[in-house]
């Protein structure tokens, strides 16, 4: 079950109770409650409402191509991973994962080029490590083999911190360029700073309304970004609950 999935249905809910009460006696209670729940699932779909709610996240975040700071390595996080099937016998990253590995790339093309951890470990049992997958597909665009490292143990976000920081520091690396999308970059940094290693924001993507009238029209759009800022949230605070930030 997704985050947003009970949220959606909570706001469904509240709309048939208040229709329900304006069917068998117009009281205003009625009226409100169902304008209630119609302006929870447009918050819930509007686009502009979740620019709003990810700002306490992503306004810290310069945006821009290049960081700002220096780094000894650049460390870029898995996403999703699609393994083989039988009918497609060779694994897909998903569409966060390519996204972190080319900008990872580019920066070591047009930023310095130092060496890049790829973190992330096998997504489920006994498949190979996402880092693994992210290694090949930073070899083809160009990164040299030797200037890819690998830490291939992860599960989490505290777990790429975490065995990210141990590889780190056995090859004598302190600072690092976090590349992740800015949504998620808060919990991230955290975990990496909790590790003790300096680090300088690369985000690979920052999420802007949709220009036009596509922007001002609720969708899927706003849906899929409350559902990754659902997540940052929830996670931010067991994070915190748990000492890992």
Same mark, same amino acid.
């Given at each position: ?5 009970? &949220?959606?249905? #909570? ?7 208040? &229709? ?9 209670? %009625? ?10 699932? !447009?918050?819930?779909?509007? %686009? ?28 870029? #996080? ?44 096998? +997504? %489920?049992?006994?498949?190979? !490590? ?9 070899? $083809?665009?160009?990164?040299?083999? %030797? +200037? ?22 056995? $090859?004598?690396?302190?600072?690092? !360029? ?7 970059? &808060? ?33 899927? $759009? ?24």
């Amino acid at each position: 079950m997704t985050y947003t999935e009970p &949220l959606t249905l #909570l706001f469904l809910l509240v709309v048939a109770g208040g &229709l329900y009460g304006l069917r068998h006696s117009r009281r205003t209670i %009625s009226w409100w409650v169902a304008v209630c729940g119609f302006l929870g699932l !447009a918050a819930l779909t509007w %686009s502009p409402a979740a620019a709003l709610v990810a700002r306490p996240l992503v306004g810290r975040y310069p945006n821009t191509m290049r960081p700002a700071g220096d780094a000894e390595a650049i460390v870029v #996080l898995a996403g999703g991973v699609n393994y083989p099937t039988k009918e497609r016998p060779y694994a897909l990253v998903g569409r966060d994962t390519y996204r972190r590995v080319m900008h990872a790339a580019w920066l070591f093309h047009n930023w310095k080029p130092l060496p890049i951890l790829a973190a992330g470990g096998p +997504q %489920s049992r006994g498949a190979e !490590a996402a880092s693994v997958i992210m290694r090949r597909m930073l070899e $083809q665009q160009g990164v040299p083999t %030797s +200037q890819v490292w690998t830490e291939e143990e992860s599960r989490s976000t505290y777990e790429n911190a975490l065995y990210s920081a141990r590889l780190l520091r056995r $090859q004598g690396v302190h600072r690092i !360029a976090l590349v992740v999308e800015a949504d998620s970059m &808060l919990r991230a940094e955290k975990c990496f700073r909790k590790q003790g290693l300096d680090l300088t924001p690369a985000p690979c993507l920052f999420r802007d309304t949709p220009e036009g009238a596509e922007g001002w029209i609720p969708g899927w $759009q706003g849906i899929y970004r409350q559902e990754i800022l659902l997540h940052e949230g929830i996670g931010l605070i067991w994070y915190w609950l748990r000492g890992r930030i």
